[in-house]
């Protein structure tokens, strides 16, 4: 499984980034897909996951600012961030499968 994100970018306080990953394979419906983040100087943290009937999980305090979902006729999986804030910066990684599967990650810069 091949996982491509894209989507990241440099974003003004507030603002609002979507984030794609999209997956190779033919199985992408079953599986749960995430979104992790790494913030410069701190441990990667999960900001989301999907899981292939369509429950949610989310990281601390990010729920209701972030919104994990996903097309499987597409093979993406789509993070929409709003209110984006400088605590906010950081690698985005998508993954499959619990983290069996990685993409190579998106940075995403919340700055004025």
């Known amino acids: 499984v091949q996982l491509q994100a894209s989507g990241g970018g440099l974003v003004q306080p507030g603002g609002s980034l979507r984030l794609s990953c999209t997956a190779s394979g033919s199985s992408f419906s079953l599986a749960t897909m995430g979104w992790h983040r790494r913030a410069p100087g701190k441990q990667r943290e999960l900001v989301a996951r999907?899981?292939?009937?369509?429950?949610?999980i989310y990281g601390n305090s990010l729920k209701g600012r972030f919104t994990i979902s996903r097309d499987n006729a597409k093979n993406t999986v789509y993070l929409q961030m709003n209110s984006l804030q400088p605590e906010d910066t950081a690698v985005y990684y998508c993954?499959?499968?619990?983290?069996?599967?990685w993409g190579q990650g998106t940075l995403v810069t919340v700055s004025s």
């Open positions: 999907i899981l292939s009937g369509g429950s949610l």
């Open positions: 993954s499959a499968e619990y983290g069996l599967y």
